[in-house]
Structure formats: C-alpha cells, structure tokens
C-alpha cells in the first residue's frame, strides 16, 4: 500500500515540478508571458485536485495516469507562484552590477536570477509535497486497487478502525519523513 502511494506522489509530484519551475521562472523573468500565464495559473489553482477528479477520469481513465495527473496538478501551481516569486524577489541591484560587469541578459538569468530563486524553488516544491499527501487520498479512492487512500476507503467500508489508523500514521509518517529530507536537501 505504501510503496503504490509513494510512487504516484513522487512521479506526479516530479512532473509538477518539472512544469511548474520553468513556468515560474518564464513568468517571473518575462513580462509578456506573466500577462499571458498569470491569469490561468490564478484561475486553476483555485479549482481543488478533489474536483478535478471527474475530469482526470474522462481524461486518462481509471488507471495510474489520472492519479498521477491529479498530483501533479496539485504541485504545479504552488511550484509555479513560489518560483515566480523569487525571481521577482531578486534584488535589482545585484542584476544592475551583474549587467554593469558585461554580463549577458542569459548570464544575469543564469549566474544571478537562477541561483537566488532556487531557496523559492525548493520551498514551493515543500508546500507542493504536502499537497500531494493530501491529494493521494482522494486520487487512489477512484478505482483504486492498492494505495493508503483505497486502505483508508477499504477500511471505512468494513469498519476497520484498526487499518484507518494504520494509514493515517503511515501518511503522517511518510509526510514527516519526506519534508525532513526536503529540509536536509534544502542545507545542503
């Protein structure tokens, strides 16, 4: 059950970021492409995963690829605002003496803009994994043969008290255990 559920948060989560951090620093870094993006990344993140799960169905069927959609929704857009928002956070001043030391509009991005983002980057990729963990639970109660989320449904339908608290820890010690390697990946 757990290594099911792992495997789609990592692989949705690691799509949604993959997305959304270029998305972010397209956004941050061009205005045209803020004026173009911005209004949809706002839009989309305030429809819930949860609802979107109809959609993922229609879309990618009853198998893993709608699960993993449904994650990687969930990443995309705090990947995106967190990562545009440490390109924004990037002090004029340190691009001004970039620029006035002959650096190259792709150097600036490059040697400056880039390297002061990624504490952004990897905060919203934090934020991002919690949301993941609390959407694997409603992803895997769709036509879900294994997975914390179809323990959990399993488990309610039989009133298994026993197997509900067994996946409640599991998630809760699962998230921990991941946010302290996020934090360790962060130090390092």
Request: charged share 15%; aromatic share 12%.
């Amino acid at each position: 059950q757990v290594v099911a559920s792992l495997r789609r948060i990592f692989q949705g989560f690691l799509l949604g970021s993959a997305i959304g951090i270029p998305v972010g620093l397209a956004i941050g870094s061009f205005r045209p492409i803020r004026w173009l993006l911005e209004p949809w990344t706002e839009f989309f993140r305030f429809i819930p995963a949860v609802a979107m799960i109809t959609v993922a169905v229609i879309w990618f069927g009853i198998g893993e690829d709608s699960k993993i959609f449904l994650i990687a929704y969930t990443t995309v857009f705090v990947v995106i605002i967190s990562t545009a928002a440490g390109v924004g956070a990037v002090g004029r001043d340190k691009i001004r003496a970039a620029q006035c030391l002959g650096a190259t509009p792709l150097q600036v991005f490059y040697l400056v803009s880039l390297p002061a983002t990624v504490p952004y980057i990897l905060t919203g990729m934090r934020l991002a994994m919690a949301n993941a963990f609390v959407t694997i639970v409603a992803a895997e109660l769709v036509a879900s043969n294994d997975g914390l989320g179809n323990m959990l449904w399993d488990a309610r339908l039989f009133m298994q008290v026993e197997d509900i608290f067994v996946a409640l820890v599991a998630l809760g010690l699962l998230g921990f255990a991941t946010d302290r390697m996020f934090r360790l990946l962060i130090r390092l």
